[in-house]
């Protein structure tokens, strides 16, 4: 089992500030969660994640 990596509080507020701005690009809460939880856990295959 792989150790769980930590985010800084600048990457965190980056992330947000991404997802902020997707919303106001008129992406739907769907999209912009799908793509924010991408780059936080990397891809879902067959229910299982991969990264």
């Known amino acids: 089992m792989t150790k769980r990596r930590?985010?800084?509080p600048e990457?965190?507020?980056k992330l947000?500030?991404?997802g902020q701005a997707m919303l106001?690009?008129?992406k739907s809460?769907?999209?912009v969660l799908?793509?924010?939880l991408v780059k936080i856990f990397?891809?879902?295959v067959g229910g299982r994640l991969v990264i």
Do not use: C, D, F, T
Request: cysteine-free; overall charge positive.
């Open 34 to 36: 799908q793509k924010l």
């Open 16 to 18: 947000l500030q991404e």
């Open 29 to 31: 809460l769907a999209e």
């Open 42 to 44: 990397g891809n879902l």
């Open 24 to 26: 106001a690009a008129g």
């Open 6 to 8: 930590r985010r800084k």
């Open 11 to 13: 990457q965190i507020v």
